[in-house]
């Protein structure tokens, strides 16, 4: 049976990595693309979802990682540092160890997921929790990398969204072609970047940059992109508002982000696919996480439900033409960060029952 081999070496023709490379991977990317059949049918289309939390650390960063810590590697680093709403650093602190590097990471404290920060820890990363909030710990990781013999890897690091691009390559490979939109949670605005990356380069003839002009283009895989559709916590909505927000706010503190690396990439995917970034509401997001759950079993973070909160916000507009191929990327896994699904259900009554240990007490409160 074929054993997936981790995205740099199953696109290994597409990522600028080197043949003497050593390769730090823990087999990430080969996510299910799990159709959505209660959203499907709510659209009159087809929507699947592209179930990132199946990665070794139950995050999308996971492709983007394993390109820069085989770079960080090849760069001789001995150290790397990330700011991080959390699933960067859960992320940088398993591939560094892999790796063998030390892994520093900044963190705003009290604002990062409890399966996060255990991720972090139990990694052996040395986390800073910083007295702010992601944008002022991503300033300073930067100039720590600038002025120290630190390696950063950040989404501003090239190398991570090479490696996040495969995501798109996967949905492509999957589905035989590009779907008609691709709808997806925006914080640091990497994801964005680096998805519309991957379409573009799928849909045309590709050679590697620098390439050797003797070598044969590789032939397009797809005949078209999609729409890209992106979505911001509506307390953190820099993009939507034209400007940074100082104290951005959101249940999603994954998408906790009030001034993103990637702004002018996210804006051009937006653009240049006749796209939009909008604003989604927290109970929005909270409605699409049970959404999730509850209709279609596929447990996710609150962050990773604002792309489903978008398209269901979308659809009672009136602006999903019905036929529509959808496609959603769920981000990270609902076990990182578990407390909403608990919280919602006391809202919703549905509180587990204490019952004594006997068969016709259980019976009898189930209805049987
Ligand atoms: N969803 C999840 C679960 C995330 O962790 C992030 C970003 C996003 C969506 C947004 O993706 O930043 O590429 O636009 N998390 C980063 C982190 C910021 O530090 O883990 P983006």
């Given amino acids: 049976a074929h054993q997936w081999r981790g995205v740099i070496r199953e ?10 490379d050593r390769i730090i991977t823990l087999g990430e990317g080969g996510t299910p693309l799990v159709p959505a059949p209660a959203l499907s049918e709510l659209i009159d289309g087809d929507v699947r979802l592209k179930v990132e939390g199946m990665n070794p650390t139950g995050s999308f960063k996971d492709r983007g990682m394993t390109m820069a810590m085989t770079a960080a590697v090849a760069d001789g680093a001995r150290a790397v540092v990330c700011a991080s709403t959390g699933n960067t650093s859960a992320s940088a602190a398993a591939y560094a160890a892999r790796a063998g590097l030390t892994c520093a990471v900044l963190v705003p404290r009290g604002n990062i997921a409890m399966g996060k920060l255990s991720q972090a820890i139990a990694h052996g990363a040395e986390i800073i929790q910083v007295d702010g909030n992601f944008d002022g710990c991503l300033d300073v990781a930067r100039k720590l990398a600038e002025a120290y013999p630190v390696f950063l890897v950040n989404s501003v690091n090239p190398s991570r969204i090479e490696g996040q691009k495969t995501g798109a390559f996967e949905v492509v490979d999957a589905l035989g072609d590009a779907p008609d939109y691709h709808v997806l949670p ?34 397009p895989r797809a005949t078209r992109t999609p729409t890209m559709w992106g979505f911001q916590a ?8 034209g400007h940074p927000i100082d104290e951005p706010d959101t249940v999603a503190t994954a998408i906790r982000i009030g ?17 939009l970034i909008e604003a989604v509401p927290d109970e929005e ?27 269901l916000r979308k659809h009672a507009a009136g602006e999903v033409p019905s036929g529509s191929r959808v496609v959603i990327t769920v981000t990270g896994h609902g076990l990182k960060d578990p ?9 919703a009554g549905a509180e587990p029952t204490e ?10 409160h189930l209805g049987l």
């Fill in 285 to 311: 997001i909270l409605a699409a996480h049970r959404w999730l759950s509850a209709r279609e079993s596929v447990f996710v973070e609150p962050a990773s439900a604002a792309g489903v909160a978008g398209l």
């Fill in 339 to 347: 407390d909403w699904a608990v919280k919602n259900a006391a809202e």
């Fill in 234 to 241: 509506a307390g953190s909505a820099p993009i939507v508002a």
């Fill in 11 to 20: 696109y290994a023709d597409r990522l600028p990595v080197g043949p003497e």
């Fill in 259 to 275: 001034n993103p690396a990637s702004w002018e990439q996210a804006e051009a995917a937006r653009d240049d696919s006749g796209g």
């Fill in 186 to 219: 925006v914080g640091n605005a990497g994801n964005i970047t680096a998805y519309w990356r991957g379409y573009q380069e799928y849909a045309r003839p590709w050679s590697p940059e620098g390439g050797d002009d003797d070598v044969e283009p590789l032939g």
């Fill in 355 to 364: 019952l004594p240990q006997d068969v016709e007490t259980v019976a009898r």
